[in-house]
């Protein structure tokens, strides 16, 4: 396995603090034949000089400067210049452990996989580990009907009441692909500027043509999770960009034998979104009046009232209640466990 070429692809943008880690994370890689791209999203801290420094340090490293578009076309970018035989994806904030790319390849090569999933571990500000997410399923290959069947429901969600699978998901950076999958089809990725849940629109885009996916059950990817107090903006335009995502994530399912259960896999996706969007409202310094009319604008969507019409029961049943309010439109209701839901999550943030 040590002659095959894997294509390492590092969105960057305004990471500075965190770039070093990042691609020292990669560079040590056990498994040495990388392919290491970093993208410049025309970033406008010193992450483009850091860029070309660790280029001179590291023969196995490729830099490119583009003009700012987001991190789906920053990704896209990294596609176009990969030539290994299977490609990584790795959030510029995140790191990995020294041997993940030894492992996931691994699997790969044995199993034939156009797809390796795995888990991820969560990380705070002081650099400790508050969550591990390790995949849990019944099987650890699946192939033909099996993918869009059995496995992809519970990767698009799979916190409901019914997912035999827990912890996977479409986020590109718990995944490992094959390049001869994403050349097949000519996958690219959507931008988030269009989609607010790129990963999950993009990934349920290539689940159509994945014929073998193989899960690892270990946790490889670190996320770096920023936990600040939710944010004082309130941002108007938040839940129209979500209903508007929603509408065309939502047209993807059709492709899909088991249309109806991807469709109530996606609606569970997004109305995750309008929760965290509605509690941004709430936690905004806004006058009451203001978040109230505009949640109560929200609850009369029709997309929005579409996704908690079709997003199925929860294994939480906190998030039940919180659905079926709004479900039902008890704005007053819903603003009363969306501001008890706030003031938990800050308390806890600092405490």
């Known amino acids: 396995m040590d002659d095959i070429l894997v294509s390492v692809i590092m969105p960057i943008y305004n990471v500075e603090l965190y ?14 034949n990388l392919e290491i791209i970093l993208v410049d999203d025309g970033s406008p801290d010193r992450c483009p000089q850091l860029c070309d420094e660790w280029r001179k340090k590291d023969n196995r490293i490729k830099v490119i400067h583009k ?14 210049h990969a030539t290994g035989e299977y490609v990584y ?3 510029s904030d995140d790191y990995i452990d020294s041997d993940t790319i030894e492992k996931v390849l691994a699997c790969a090569v044995e199993c034939s996989a156009d797809i390796v999933l795995f888990g991820r571990k969560w990380i705070n500000n002081q650099g400790k580990i508050v969550s591990v997410q390790i995949p849990r399923t019944s099987k650890k290959l699946y192939c033909g009907k099996e993918v ?5 429901p519970d990767v698009i969600h799979g916190n409901c009441k019914d997912s035999a699978i827990k912890n996977l998901s479409l986020n590109a950076c718990t995944a490992f692909f094959s390049a001869k999958l994403i050349k097949k089809c000519n996958w690219r990725f959507i931008s988030e500027r269009e989609n607010i849940s790129e990963d999950t629109h993009s990934s349920i ?9 193989a899960v690892v059950e270990k946790a490889f990817n670190n996320h770096f999770q920023n936990l ?12 129209e960009k979500i209903s508007k995502s929603y509408a065309q994530t939502k047209e993807l399912a059709s492709n899909f034998d088991n249309s109806a259960v991807i469709e109530r896999k996606i609606a569970a996706v997004y109305s995750g979104f309008v929760i965290a969007a509605m509690k941004q409202i709430v936690a905004s310094d806004a006058s009451f009046g203001q978040k109230y009319k505009a949640i109560c ?12 019409e079709n997003c199925g029961e929860f294994d939480s049943t906190a998030k039940n209640i919180m659905v079926w309010t709004m479900k039902q439109r008890f704005a007053v209701v819903c603003y009363v466990l969306l501001l008890l839901k706030v003031k938990k999550e800050n308390y806890s943030l600092v405490s």
């Not at 789906?72 to 596609?79: E, K, L």
């Open 89 to 91: 994806f790795i959030d």
């Open 19 to 32: 770039l070093e880690r990042c691609i020292k994370s990669v560079v040590n890689q056990t498994h040495r």
């Open 205 to 213: 885009v290539l689940y159509q043509y994945a014929n073998i996916v």
């Open 297 to 308: 604008t929200a609850l009369k969507d029709k997309m929005i009232k579409n996704i908690f």
């Open 228 to 239: 600040t107090s939710l944010t004082q903006t309130f941002r108007k335009d938040r839940l």
């Open 148 to 152: 869009q069947e059995v496995l992809l």
């Open 67 to 80: 003009k700012n578009a987001g991190l789906g076309m920053a990704r896209n970018s990294g596609i176009e």
